[in-house]
Each structure stands twice: as structure tokens, then as C-alpha cells.
């Protein structure tokens, strides 16, 4: 079936503005977790959702940063009032519970002039 | 706080020649590990996978890693590397059982020049 897919691929803003990155698991999967990975950098924990509930968001770096996955499907992260620090690769992934096995999306590459 | 640690950040090679890539971890209990590769232009995917049993677990397109408990390692290997596996590889952990969040290395960047 089709993998975990995210939009926009490419978003570039102006500094203060809001942005919101979507995200579009694997049917089925319980698990879905947001990474940001700045250039050079692996990957680094966001949040995680088991379903719609959100069991961690240690990873969020204050409060600016949101998300939320209302139907236990599709998530939104939203980073509000954005800065230049904010740029980066912002990727989802999601899981079969029990595997625990991550599967990622694409990412999508947030600009922030 | 777990970590990952990987050695080489960037690695030159020629087609032919052996690959093998460092990753260790910090964290004393039981732990997942895996490793990933992100290919230009396409987007992280897993390579191979360790949660229990044989120390040696074999992934796609030839690549083997070994868990070392004792070293706290999981080294990647390829006998004989191609230009295709030219590629970003990320070295990741999680404890063990239900869910654990993904703590990844900073990635190692394979250039195989042909």
C-alpha cells in the first residue's frame, strides 16, 4: 500500500508567520512520530501519538510548536510565530505497534527567511 | 539520556572495496537497534533491524550489522560496496518493549566512486 506521505514537500515563509506541515500515515498504523533533522544532523524527536492521543511531546522545543492528530489518522504539526532557528527538515514516521518498526515519510523542508 | 554515537562522518570509497560503518550506543538495558539509509533525493528507509536473537542480522542489498552487547555495538558491513550505495546511513536505538522514541546518530555519509 502506499507509504506515509507528508505536505508540503517544500515550504518556505517569512519569519513571525505560521506554518502548519501535515502528515499522512500508513492505513493502520497506531504509532506516528514527528522528527526534526536540521543539516548534518540524524533525525530528532518531536512527539508521538499511540492513536489520537499524545503520549510524548518531550521532544518539542517550547511552546510555539504544536500537534495534534484528532482522528487517530492524520497529524498536523504547527509551529507558530516561526524563526530562521525553525529551518529544517521536518519528517513523520509511522508504526505498527507492535514492530515497532518506523516507516518515514518524505519530509518536508521548512524555510523560515 | 540514551545516545548514538557514529564515527564517520564521512567515508570515500571505491566500488569493491569492504565497507564498515561504526555505531554505538549508550544505554545499559535492552535495546532495538537499526540502521537507515537515506538515498540522494528519497527519504529515510530502513536497512536492517535488530531486536533479538542472532547477533548478525542480514538486511536488504547485502548489508549485514553485528550487536556487540558487550561493546554496546551494532556495526554496519558490506563485503563489496556499488556507486548505488552511495547514500547517507543513520545508525538509531530504542529501549525495548512497547514504545520507546527513536534516539538516531548524526549519520555517515558514503561517497563509492566508481
Known amino acids: 500500500g502506499a507509504g506515509v506521505s507528508q505536505s508540503p514537500r517544500y515550504k518556505v515563509t517569512k519569519r513571525g508567520q505560521d506554518v502548519a506541515l501535515r502528515c499522512d500515515p500508513i492505513?493502520?498504523?497506531?504509532?506516528l512520530y514527528w522528527y526534526r533533522q536540521a543539516l548534518g544532523q540524524g533525525p530528532e524527536f518531536l512527539t508521538y501519538f499511540n492513536y489520537e492521543a499524545q503520549q510524548d511531546k518531550s521532544g518539542l522545543p517550547n511552546d510555539r510548536f504544536s500537534a495534534e492528530r484528532p482522528e487517530g489518522s492524520i497529524s498536523t504539526l504547527t509551529i507558530q510565530r516561526t524563526e530562521q532557528r525553525d529551518s529544517a527538515m521536518y519528517r513523520c514516521?509511522?508504526?505498527?505497534?507492535?514492530?515497532?518498526?518506523?516507516?518515514f515519510g518524505p519530509g518536508t523542508r521548512l524555510t523560515v527567511l | 539520556a540514551q545516545s548514538v554515537s557514529q564515527h564517520n562522518h564521512h567515508v570515500i570509497l571505491s566500488e569493491a572495496a569492504s565497507l564498515e560503518l561504526g555505531c554505538n550506543y549508550s544505554y545499559g538495558g535492552t535495546v532495538n537497534l537499526f540502521w537507515y539509509v537515506q538515498y540522494p533525493g528519497q527519504h529515510l528507509q530502513l536497512l536492517l533491524k535488530?531486536?533479538?536473537?542472532?547477533?548478525l542480522v542480514k538486511g536488504i542489498k547485502g548489508f549485514e550489522a553485528e550487536f556487540i552487547k558487550s561493546k554496546f555495538s551494532f556495526n554496519l558491513r558490506k563485503p563489496s560496496v556499488q556507486w548505488s550505495d552511495t547514500a547517507e546511513y543513520f545508525c538509531a536505538v530504542t529501549l525495548s518493549g512497547g514504545y520507546q522514541k527513536v534516539t538516531f546518530g548524526t549519520g555517515t555519509k558514503l561517497q563509492v566512486i566508481p
Open positions: 492505513s493502520g498504523h497506531v504509532s
Open positions: 514516521a509511522s508504526s505498527s505497534r507492535e514492530y515497532n518498526e518506523q516507516f
Open positions: 535488530y531486536f533479538s536473537g542472532d547477533p
